[in-house]
């Protein structure tokens, strides 16, 4: 299996005209995940944390609904790629109906592939009204997950995605040059050590599509914070879900563009 990243010498032009230099580049790399020997997924992805992608993705794509039903993960590198072979319980296996999707493309993408209208628009569960945070919180949140984005400062060119408590201390960091793949990752770490989502709240550095919501509501997370603008139906997701949706996280400022009761204070600006 291939690093995460790897240093290549490139030709920079400047005010100084052109020199040699050197740049970090993140590694991508075809990965398959197969459920019981048969394929499910096959996606571009930074090539660390795969048994977490794996889990992950699992877990949010509801091919499982907690990770015991598992029963054991297979990893295997070759030079053409990661194979990673989930194999489920007999309970679980005899109720899985494999999905072949084919999901190969520049980045991993949650619906690359979908073969019907019915399986982009799934009908979500709604999440519990149980959180509630300082405003300080998020921005502690975004603070610390840059602080943490080894590979981000390297190579200036993945997304990454963090869990938080309500206080906005980040138990994981995760990243990948797919947005969806962080996630996945994130997802996968928490179910292995036992965190339940519904206890904090998601960190994001892109902008905030359909498909992240769609994952955060299997996931049962109740707020998320990102980056950058979401899109119109990514609102309209959060707002059927139950997530507030918080978004243009700059410093100690941010928007809030759905359910702001579980902030603290947000509800007075209405």
Request: aromatic share 2%.
């Amino acid at each position: 299996m291939t690093g995460a990243s790897e240093r290549r010498s490139v030709i920079r032009f400047g005010k100084a005209g052109f020199t040699r230099a050197e740049r970090d580049l993140p590694a991508e790399t075809a990965v398959a995940i197969s459920v019981n020997g048969s394929t499910h997924a096959v996606m571009m992805a930074t090539p660390d944390h795969v048994e977490d992608l794996g889990i992950g993705l699992a877990l949010n794509e509801r091919i499982v609904a907690q990770a015991s039903e598992i029963e054991r993960i297979e990893i295997e590198a070759s030079e053409i790629g990661i194979d990673c072979r989930l194999w489920l319980s007999p309970a679980r296996g005899a109720g899985y109906v494999a999905r072949r999707r084919q999901m190969t493309g520049p980045v991993g993408c949650g619906l690359c592939g979908v073969e019907s209208l019915e399986l982009a628009a799934p009908e979500l569960p709604v999440v519990a009204s149980t959180l509630r945070l300082p405003p300080a919180a998020i921005a502690d949140a975004m603070r610390a997950m840059t602080e943490r984005q080894s590979l981000g400062r390297q190579t200036r060119a993945v997304h990454a995605a963090a869990f938080a408590r309500r206080d906005g201390e980040v138990v994981v960091v995760r990243e990948d040059v797919g947005r969806h793949n962080a996630l996945d990752k994130v997802t996968g770490h928490l179910a292995r050590g036992g965190i339940a989502p519904a206890g904090g709240f998601l960190v994001l550095t892109s902008r905030v599509s359909v498909e992240l919501i769609q994952k955060a509501a299997v996931m049962g997370c109740e707020l998320i914070a990102a980056v950058s603008v979401p899109t119109l139906l990514a609102v309209r997701e959060a707002e059927r879900a139950g997530i507030t949706l918080v978004a243009v996280v700059r410093g100690e400022e941010f928007e809030v563009f759905t359910n702001p009761e579980r902030i603290v204070g947000a509800l007075g600006a209405l």
